[in-house]
């Protein structure tokens, strides 16, 4: 990446942080224009498992106009859409129309627990109108998007501990409670029979979805029976009194991430395990905020708890979530850049998932216009086997960027 960034023209810098390295790398040639910061990640989910992928994870390989390889789509296949639209547009004119800035780190994965600090450290020199971020998707495979709205993350670890050691379940079976019957009986006990989730105060902060807001989403070409093929299920569970589409992206849910506890091997062996545990994670709506909604899980849970076990719970990830104004002159640039490389005009969603760095970008160095610009496609298969990203995008995604150069320079007035 720095090498690139520096083959290509820019002003390169690698700033080591308590993690991985930061890059930042710069092209800012005039004072009197507009600047635009452009983020990126270099790092990836885990490939695991590996046996499933049809070719290896980190060997890009070129199938039917995809790429395949781990972080195809998410962010290196995204993300060097730019660096191939800056190099572009500078071997065509000599310069960019616009000052750049780009940002690249190595721990979005993990929550980028280490990008406040450096954006706190190097705010003057972050400076920017607006920032574009290019870590999602469109709407479908021939619907560009820009998102304006992003859930918040709450996740958490339970331990439930029992005896001491595992215990032989015939000689003390009746009297030392499973820890792992009494995490299931905790996690059942996280959602009503209606599916809603039964936390006390969960809903408190949650606002309703605008009228305007339901109908500009029905108004999207969003296909149920295609979703429920590519998903493989019979029928989708949806909030009570909304439909697939709202509780897919503009609702508040709660999962159960993973579980684990006793024997799971082959055969038989007859224990009552020592601790069993979980991880649960919920996405969260505008006003909600990931520390108070942990502290509601923690105590209801605590609450719960029967005596005869013990019970630990970690906060170990949050994100806020983001609600954003379409109306700014900088995403409405971003609009008409997509429609020029996509050749379609781009609908405005809002997206299920969560990008923690985005409120960072917001607080700590006060960029209102973030443009969550999404290039890949939602059967990229991000975080799963054989991820892809389609050469079209691609393609598409570096004129798109390339017009977002442009329609930035006369958008915003310094």
Not at 80 to 98: M, N, Q, S, W
Not at 221 to 244: I, R, T
Not at 293 to 318: M, N, Q, S, W
Not at 358 to 366: A, D, R, W
Request: proline share 7%.
């Amino acid at each position: 990446m720095l090498n690139h960034c520096k083959r290509i023209g820019l002003e390169v810098q690698l700033h080591d942080t308590a993690g991985h390295p930061v890059i930042t790398a710069f092209r800012c040639h005039h004072p009197s224009r507009p600047t635009l910061l452009i983020y990126g990640h270099y790092d990836v989910q885990p490939a695991e498992p590996e046996e499933d992928w049809n070719a290896l994870p980190f060997q890009p390989t070129v199938r039917d106009g995809f790429i395949y390889a781990r972080g195809a789509s998410d962010d290196k296949g995204q993300f060097f859409t730019y660096l191939k639209a800056l190099e572009v547009v500078l071997a065509a004119r000599g310069d960019l129309p616009i000052n750049v800035k780009l940002l690249v780190e190595g721990e979005e994965e993990i929550g980028s627990p280490h990008l406040g600090a450096f954006l706190n450290k190097h705010r003057e020199q972050l400076k920017a109108d607006a920032i574009a971020i290019s870590d999602g998707s469109q709407f479908s495979d021939t619907v560009p998007a820009i998102t304006y709205g992003l859930r918040g993350l709450a996740y958490l670890e339970l331990s439930v501990q029992g005896p001491r050691t595992d215990l032989h379940s015939g000689s003390f079976g009746g009297i030392a409670l499973n820890p792992i019957h009494a995490l299931v009986n905790l996690l059942d006990r996280l959602k009503n029979p209606d599916g809603t989730i039964a936390i006390p105060g969960f809903y408190d902060a949650v606002a309703p979805l605008e009228p305007w807001e339901r109908e500009a989403m029905k108004a999207l070409p969003f296909d149920e029976d295609k979703l429920k093929a590519y998903l493989g299920l019979p029928s989708l569970c949806v909030e009570p009194g909304y439909n697939a589409l709202e509780s897919k992206t503009a609702r508040p849910t709660l999962d159960v991430n993973g579980i684990w506890g006793g024997f799971s091997g082959e055969g038989a062996k007859t224990v009552i395990p020592a601790k069993a545990g979980a991880k649960v994670s919920m996405r969260l709506e505008p006003h909600q905020k990931p520390q108070e909604i942990a502290e509601l899980f923690t105590r209801y849970v605590k609450d719960l708890c029967p005596k005869e076990v013990r019970l630990e719970v970690k906060a170990l990830h949050g994100a806020e979530p983001v609600l954003m104004s379409r109306d700014l002159p900088q995403v409405q640039a971003a609009a008409r850049a997509i429609e020029t490389g996509f050749g379609v005009a781009p609908v405005f969603i809002r997206e299920g998932g969560s990008i923690p760095i985005v409120n960072l970008f917001k607080e700590l160095l006060g960029l209102k216009a973030i443009l969550l610009m999404g290039l890949g496609r939602p059967d990229d298969g991000a975080h799963a086997p054989n991820e892809r990203f389609a050469l079209r995008d691609f393609k598409n995604g570096i004129r798109s960027v390339a017009a977002l150069l442009f329609e930035m320079e006369t958008c915003c007035v310094r």
